[in-house]
């Protein structure tokens, strides 16, 4: 599976972005989805999961509430939408792909990972 990420920008605090991840070569149908990020001099850290059909998803409590993970599977692609963003969103954003029974909060799990997309938040 190709993973591609898109949607990053700079946005002021409060404002809005939507990431969405498109994948080539396999279907994302068979795979739960996740989105990390990954800020300066931080570890990678866990934003959101989101199961096979969509019913099932996860978030970290940093973003609860303000972020919103989708997949649509017509289309091969997984979305995330930011709103409310804050100065601490500031990351690289990755998307991933895992194939376990259940959706996981942790990055070892996942099989594919694309490239990242950088998401600025101005204050």
């Known amino acids: 599976v190709q993973l591609q990420a898109s949607g990053g920008g700079v946005v002021q605090a409060g404002g809005s972005l939507r990431l969405s991840c498109a994948a080539s070569?396999?279907?994302?149908?068979?795979?739960?989805m996740g989105w990390f990020r990954q800020a300066p001099g931080k570890e990678r850290e866990f934003v959101a999961a989101?199961?096979?059909?969509?019913?099932?998803?996860s978030y970290a409590d940093s973003v609860k509430g303000r972020f919103t993970i989708s997949r649509d599977n017509a289309k091969n692609t997984v979305y995330l939408q930011m709103d409310s963003l804050k100065p601490e969103d500031t990351a690289e954003y990755y998307c991933?792909?895992?194939?376990?029974?259940?959706?996981?909060?942790?990055?070892?799990?996942?099989?594919?990972w694309g490239q990242g997309t950088l998401v600025t938040v101005s204050s």
């Open positions: 991933a792909a895992d194939q376990a029974i259940v959706i996981v909060t942790t990055a070892a799990p996942y099989d594919y």
């Open positions: 070569g396999r279907t994302l149908r068979s795979c739960n």
């Open positions: 989101i199961s096979r059909s969509g019913t099932v998803t």
